[in-house]
Structure formats: C-alpha cells, structure tokens
C-alpha cells in the first residue's frame, strides 16, 4: 500500500534588497557608534522611527569628514570628488554599492533631504583641502555648508514632511548648528592650526590669540546658543530629548572653555569627562520627563 510523503516545506524567501538595505544602515549605525558615543547617546533618546535616518547622516557626514581630515598620504581632492559623484549617483539610482552612500540615500529620498544642504556640505569639505584665509563671508559659508546644512538634514528628518514646522524652524537649527561649530572651532584651535594648517575665525591670528579675542568669539557663540534654545523649545517632542542632550553637552563643554585662559585653550583640548556627560544625559532625562523642556 502506497503511503503518502509530507509535503515538500519551502525554505522562506528572503527580501535580499531589504536585507541589504537593513545592513547598510547597520553600518552607519556602527559608524556612529565607533566616532562618537556622545551622538550615539543622543539619538537613542529620539523618537525610534528616526534612528535610522539620524545614523544614516552622521555615517555620511563622517566619512567625508575623514577623507579630508585623516588620510595625509592620499590624495585627499581626487577622494573626494569621487566621495561627491559617488554621492550623488546613489541618489539617483537609488542604489550604491558603498552602504554608507546606501543608507544615505534611502534617507535622502524618504525624507526630501535637499540637494542644496548636500551640496553645501561637500562644498564646505571641499573648502578643507583649500590654504585659504578666512573673512566673514567665507567663515559664515563654511559654517553654514559644515553645521547648519547637517542640523537641516535631521530638522527634515523630525518634521517629516510639514513643511511649515520646518520653516519655522529653520532659523533657530541654524544657529544651534552655528554654535556647536563655533564651539569645536575654539576648542580644536591649536590642532586645527598645528595640525591642518586653519584658523577658522576671521581676522584672527593664531599667535594673537589672547583673553580678548576670546571674549569676543564667546559672544557670538552665546547670541546663537540662545537663539537655538528657543527652537528646541518648539521641536516636536519626538525629537526635543535628543537635540536637547546635545545642546546641554556643548553649553556645558563652552562653559569650561569660557572659565579658561586663551593661553589654556592654546595649550590643550578642553574635554568634558565620561562620567560628567552620563550626569548631563540623567539630568536632561529627568528635565525632559518633568516637561521642563
């Protein structure tokens, strides 16, 4: 007598294009993690929807920032044209084989990231491999291609798609991205100079740096830092924890550098400690929970 065999069970089919997206964006994921765990802490304070996209930003801004900060022996202009063309035929095919420029993209097309704050960005990087002596209108060109275009990208991010609120907006992520540039300026001064070869700041000489040239540039930081605040204040809460955590990190690290000396900047990288940072992430938590932010 015949018996019947059990029937035949089909291994599950695998969406590879969606498992390739998965990785991709696991890269740029792991990317963050790897250069800063202050970002990091900051982006799982967002709203989970966003992870993603935040990650696939930060991966992208950070690999054109390696190409024109890390890799002396290469050339460093051929790089990064490559990096640009690159770039932008991701987003025009939809598909890159780099899973940085992969993530990015999805990110781009998901959330109307425009092509101008992109091509601000790569610009400003361009600007990087540049011997150029900085006026107010090359200083505010960088800043704004280096910083503001990135706080814009995420600022897409969290409005996804109400225009209005990312008008209203735009203006106060502008000066927050400002600030937080300003900041790394001031503390990076002696690297930035001994290393690369830059001083940011108009007018300014590395060797005339003193206490008043100091006082100066705190101000400016301090007129963006307040005019930031005002727009974390309206961000959707989905987004305020985490954009608030990143402004208290930065208040914090441009107190410490507003109690010090030029001559102390001059001499060393201003840091705030591990376990300081951990304390400013509880204390934004709780400020956030109590809706005080």
């Not at 790569?122 to 990087?128: E, F, G, K, N, V």
């Not at 280096?146 to 990312?166: H, K, N, P, Q, Y």
């Not at 940011?200 to 006082?215: H, M, N, Q, V, W």
Request: aromatic share 14%.
């Amino acid at each position: 007598m015949a018996t019947l065999s059990p029937p035949a069970v089909s291994p599950p089919v695998v969406d590879h294009v969606a498992l390739f997206d998965r990785a991709s964006l696991a890269c740029s994921k792991r990317i963050t993690q790897c250069y800063s765990t202050s970002f990091t802490l900051g982006i799982r304070t967002l709203d989970v929807r966003f992870h993603e996209a935040i990650y696939a930003i930060y991966g992208f801004v950070r690999w054109a920032d390696e190409i024109v900060d890390t890799f002396h022996d290469r050339d460093k202009a051929a790089l990064l044209r490559e990096f640009r063309e690159e770039t932008y035929r991701a987003i025009r095919e939809q598909f890159s084989m780099n899973p940085v420029l992969h993530a990015f993209q999805l990110a781009v097309r998901r959330y109307g990231i425009d092509r101008e704050f992109i091509e601000a960005f790569l610009r400003s990087m361009a600007m990087d491999l540049e011997d150029l002596c900085y006026d107010e209108p090359l200083y505010n060109e960088y800043i704004y291609g280096s910083a503001e275009v990135v706080g814009l990208m995420c600022l897409r991010v969290f409005c996804e798609g109400d225009e209005a609120e990312f008008e209203r907006l735009r203006h106060p992520a502008r000066r927050l991205g400002a600030a937080f540039q300003k900041i790394n300026f001031l503390r990076d001064l002696r690297s930035d100079y001994e290393d690369r070869g830059r001083v940011y700041f108009p007018g300014l000489r590395y060797e005339c740096f003193d206490d008043e040239a100091k006082r100066a540039i705190e101000a400016d930081i301090r007129a963006d830092f307040e005019a930031g605040y005002e727009g974390i204040k309206a961000l959707p809460r989905t987004a305020r924890l985490g954009v608030y955590m990143a402004y208290v990190y930065y208040l914090k690290l441009f107190d410490k550098i507003r109690q010090q000396p030029a001559t102390r900047i001059l001499a060393g990288r201003v840091r705030v400690p591990d376990n300081t940072k951990l304390l400013l992430l509880l204390g934004s938590y709780f400020r956030y929970r109590l809706r005080a932010i």
